[in-house]
């Protein structure tokens, strides 16, 4: 099987098997206060990653390139929607492109679509510091994903199998590059212990990634004979992972996994998110409604994370950090098990 083909084929299995939906929003709750001290006309999405400031809290997480003109096509309708929307937009692993000069132009295609927006170039963990400085400079990006796939590569027929070094490959390309590097994982979660041990390396944000959402042991099993059925439930539930990763870390944390909504991102960012990704929920409009009616989709969200944020009193992102939170069942007893002790968000106080 060629590398273009397993491309196409993410794709139309990550479509097939869709959003899990098991990402634990359902166990978290704003506390409704009935004085509200904000206006809609004042409320700002600008955002921060680190260093990077975006215009939104939004961004669409890397999912392709390197499948020939089926991703080309996709990528430039992604590149479209983000340029429209004013939204941040990662493409898929580049190693294809790295190794075969003719897959270039399926991501190249996303900085010539949209010159002046954030782009984020991504490679996996087995990359080295060339090959680091070669993605950026392919899409002229302003931040590299190094994402994190143990699973996914071992449920795939033809993965990876050796891990070692990853850390240390992590560390050299972040000291290296000029741009912020960020490590994400594919919808198994980032625990404490990993954000701990990234937090000491010099990279500028960790996305959890989390479970519940888009599943690569899923997807895989369906490319394989024998089925690896016991990854299909493994990995750590986005929510409960933003709090895994923020109790051990300084380094600012990306929610993404499984998010679909307005009230998702919003309840993202109040667990301690400073973006949110989103990659599942965006193929899916695409390919069924089309770009123009996800232009829409986006602009709406926009619009309906102001008014959440007009009901909660909070005129800037940052905000969100401090308002109460009641996380219940499954979250809950993880959270309690883990020692994350969810009490601390049920009776934080706005600083406002
Ligand atoms: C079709 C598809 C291809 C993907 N390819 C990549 C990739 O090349 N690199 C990467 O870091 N993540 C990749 N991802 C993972 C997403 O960036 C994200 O981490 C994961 O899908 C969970 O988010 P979601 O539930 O919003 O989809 C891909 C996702 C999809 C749906």
Redesign the pocket.
């Given at each position: 099987m060629t590398r273009a083909k397993r491309k196409r084929d993410?794709?139309d299995y990550?479509l097939a098997t869709g959003?899990q939906e098991l990402a634990g929003f359902e166990d978290v709750k704003f506390v409704h206060q009935s004085l509200s001290n904000s206006a809609l006309i004042d409320i700002d999405l600008q955002s921060r990653i680190g260093e990077l400031s975006l215009s939104s809290p939004i961004f669409v997480?890397?999912?392709?390139g390197g499948g020939g003109g089926y991703t080309s096509k996709i990528n430039s309708d992604l590149s479209i929607l983000a340029r429209e929307t004013g939204i941040a937009l990662?493409v898929?692993?580049q190693m294809s492109a790295l190794k075969d000069s003719g897959e270039r132009k399926t991501y190249e295609i996303v900085r010539r679509n949209n010159p002046e927006g954030i782009i984020f170039a991504?490679l996996g963990s087995e990359a080295t510091v060339q090959q680091a400085n070669d993605a950026v400079e392919m899409i002229e990006a302003d931040a590299l994903?190094i994402?994190l796939n143990v699973i996914q590569e071992l449920t795939m027929p033809e993965g990876d199998r050796d891990f070692r070094g990853a850390l240390e490959r992590i560390e050299k390309i972040s000291d290296a590059l000029s741009v912020p590097v960020f490590v994400?994982?594919?919808?198994f979660g980032i625990s404490k212990e990993t954000a701990y041990s990234l937090s000491k390396t010099s990279i500028s944000a960790i996305d959890v990634?989390g479970f519940g959402?888009?599943n690569f042991s899923r997807i895989e099993n369906q490319r394989r004979q024998r089925i690896l059925g016991f990854f299909d439930d493994w990995g750590i539930p986005t929510v409960v992972s933003i709090a895994e990763a923020g109790v051990s870390s300084e380094v600012p944390i990306i929610a993404?996994?499984?998010?679909r909504n307005s009230l998702e991102i919003v309840k993202a960012l109040s667990l301690g998110a400073c973006s949110v990704?989103?990659?599942?929920?965006v193929?899916r409009s695409m390919i069924d409604k089309g770009l123009d009616e996800t232009i829409n989709e986006v602009n709406e969200i926009h619009t309906d994370i102001r008014y959440l944020m007009c009901a909660l009193g909070c005129d800037k992102i940052e905000d969100l950090h401090d308002v109460p939170l009641i996380l219940s069942g499954r979250v809950h007893h993880w959270m309690k098990l883990r020692g994350l002790e969810p009490e601390n968000f049920s009776n934080r106080q706005k600083k406002k």
């Open positions: 993410h794709i990550a959003q997480n890397a999912m392709t990662a898929g692993s991504n994903q994402h994400k994982e594919t919808g990634g959402g888009t993404s996994g499984g998010i990704g989103m990659a599942g929920s193929l």
